[in-house]
């Protein structure tokens, strides 16, 4: 099925593997100066958040996807 919206079937895979690798090079040399700046509770509810913010947007992602993926087979 995915096939036919001209996507190939390793595309969402790539995407979403990729996605989670750049939110973790980008926030991991932070994590340790941010215990020095903010204290570690708060260093622990910045990365709650950040990883809420993550899902969120996989979700959004593979949401409008699923969309336009369906509006395109009907």
């Not at 595309?11 to 973790?24: K, P, R």
């Amino acid at each position: 099925m995915i096939e036919k919206a001209g996507i190939p079937p390793f595309f969402l895979e790539t995407t979403s593997s990729g996605l989670g690798f750049t939110f973790s090079l980008t926030i991991a040399p932070l994590a340790i100066p941010m215990t020095v700046w903010v204290g570690y509770d708060w260093t622990f509810y910045i990365l709650c958040l950040l990883a809420l913010a993550s899902s969120g947007l996989y979700w959004l992602m593979f949401y409008v996807f699923e969309k336009q993926r369906s509006r395109i087979t009907v």
